[in-house]
């Protein structure tokens, strides 16, 4: 899912998910910077949301270490998922 300033021409935030094993695995879900605290995140979690149900599969997210080194960033994206309904715990 993308989603575009059409009238700039500009990417503004993203995410990209695969289905398997009987999920729906959110590989990346990203709003460039700038454009931030608009509702994108939520709006691409909402999109990932319909497209879990449709197809009757779970979501899980995949998040990179790099992502979450940093501990304000792990807080970050821990607060944005539990907003949504979510929780991070450690992969096995």
Do not use: M
Not at 15 to 34: A, F, K, N, T
Not at 59 to 66: E, G
Request: charge should be negative; hydrophobic fraction near 40%.
């Amino acid at each position: 899912h993308d989603i575009v300033d059409a009238d700039a021409d500009e990417l503004l935030a993203w995410s990209i998910s695969v289905q398997r094993l009987g999920e729906i695995h959110v590989d990346e879900l990203y709003v460039r910077p700038q454009f931030r605290k608009l509702g994108h995140g939520s709006a691409l979690i909402r999109r990932l949301l319909d497209l879990s149900e449709a197809a009757e599969q779970p979501l899980r997210f995949w998040i990179d270490f790099a992502d979450t080194e940093r501990i304000d960033a792990r807080h970050h994206v821990r607060d944005f998922l539990a907003k949504h309904g979510f929780r991070l715990h450690p992969s096995p």
